[in-house]
């Protein structure tokens, strides 16, 4: 154990270790009772092979109903994330994440004719893995929980795509 943690810096003079890093992908957004689909994208700054910042914005693909009744759509989110990263080899990366975000939905009650448009803040963490096939471009897996103030509905967010070092 102790070789593998003396080799860790090794690899992570390998990685691009500082620099701007951006992706584009599609999450899968549960907010416990609707399942809804967004695509996202990414822009950040890696300010050496430990710890980076990050922004994310999604805009929301389709709405879910919800046994026939309500209809939620996601109409967008950004969020705001300090990111620490663990360089396992040049080309892959485990990383957390925490943040703070806002996130805007709409519901529907079908036949009815009524609607609303709300959006709430959140406190969010969550972690993944990123691997760089040929060093700048690469895929991105992640998961982030989103827990909203004030409220008792949270989200949990499961993410792919892919993503470049610049």
Excluded: C
Aim: glycine fraction near 16%; hydrophobic fraction near 40%; avoid cysteine.
């Amino acid at each position: 154990m102790a070789a593998v943690l003396a080799a860790l810096p090794a690899h992570a003079q390998g990685t691009s270790a500082k620099g701007v890093y951006a992706g584009i992908g599609y999450a899968r957004v549960n907010f416990g009772k609707a399942d809804l689909d967004a695509i996202q994208g990414r822009l950040g700054y890696r300010f050496g092979p430990w710890v980076g910042v990050e922004a994310e914005a999604a805009a929301g693909l389709g709405s879910d109903a919800v046994a026939d009744v309500v209809k939620y759509k996601l109409k967008h989110q950004e969020s705001l994330y300090g990111v620490a990263f663990l360089p396992l080899t040049p080309k892959l990366d485990v990383f957390g994440r925490v943040g703070y975000g806002y996130t805007r939905t709409k519901f529907s009650v079908l036949d009815t004719g009524f609607s609303n448009t709300f959006g709430r803040e959140s406190w969010n963490f969550g972690g993944g893995a990123q691997y760089f096939v040929d060093g700048k471009n690469g895929l991105r897996a992640d998961y982030t929980r989103q827990e909203f103030i004030g409220g008792d509905a949270d989200a949990d967010i499961w993410s792919i795509g892919y993503a470049r070092r610049f």
